[in-house]
């Protein structure tokens, strides 16, 4: 397989870290972008607050000289918990301009280099949030949602060029920030797992593999799909 470079957002921890390692193991070179340098990235890394869209710019630029970049995971994101009553419209916007305004950012950047090859990979990720019926999650499930829509509209667009546009959407996954919230044992950890029917929660791993695939020559034919890697989180709320 020939030898890829992708962008990742959000890629100093969790599911952003992860799919930059599953890449790096399989011989692709990652270009990541967050606020934090880990220590241990295996690719090139580029420090920048991706809520600046300045900044954003620049760092994409950045990534872009060092040569071309065959996709991207629009994996950044932020969660403001409100309830309806309680929104604030600024934090609302944040949400939207992290999450959605960055990723339409980084396909306009990467989108005329992969045209002009007639390859390329975007994947976003959403979430089972997006599916509605989390209460608090205004802003962040309709961020989500939205997600999956631009990947139905831009699978559409870009399948001429021969660039796949899907969208991985994860249930709970045990990432740093998660625990940080819900330990080992808590009742925030029981109620998340109650909501699973496969009764654990997912890794970074889970999702970067289901990333890779999408990145792969192998997901060649699929394009403007999201697939839900949640335990079976979703059931029911599809039926909703």
Known sequence: MTARRFLITG?????GL???RHLAERGDTPVGLARTTPEDFPGEFISVDLADRDATA?????????????????????VRPQMVGE????????????????????VQALMPGMIERGWGRIVNISSVVALGGVPGRSSYGAAKATMEHLTRIWGAELAP???????????PVATDLFREGNPVGSPGEARYLSMVPMG???????????VC?????????????????DGGASIGRAAN
């Open 87 to 106: 929104i604030d419209i600024a934090d609302f916007e944040a949400v939207f301009d992290v999450t959605v305004r960055s990723t339409i950012q980084t």
């Open 58 to 78: 620049a760092a994409i630029d950045a990534a872009l000289a060092g040569g071309p970049l065959d996709g991207v995971l629009n994996n950044v994101g932020i």
């Open 213 to 229: 695939f999408f990145m792969s020559d192998a997901a060649g034919w699929i394009t403007g799909q999201t697939l839900r890697v």
């Open 161 to 171: 060029h021969g660039i796949t546009v899907n969208d991985v959407a994860p249930g």
């Open 18 to 20: 992860a799919t930059a």
């Open 11 to 15: 890629a100093s921890k969790g599911i």
């Open 200 to 210: 654990t929660l997912g890794t970074v791993d889970d999702i970067a593999a289901a």
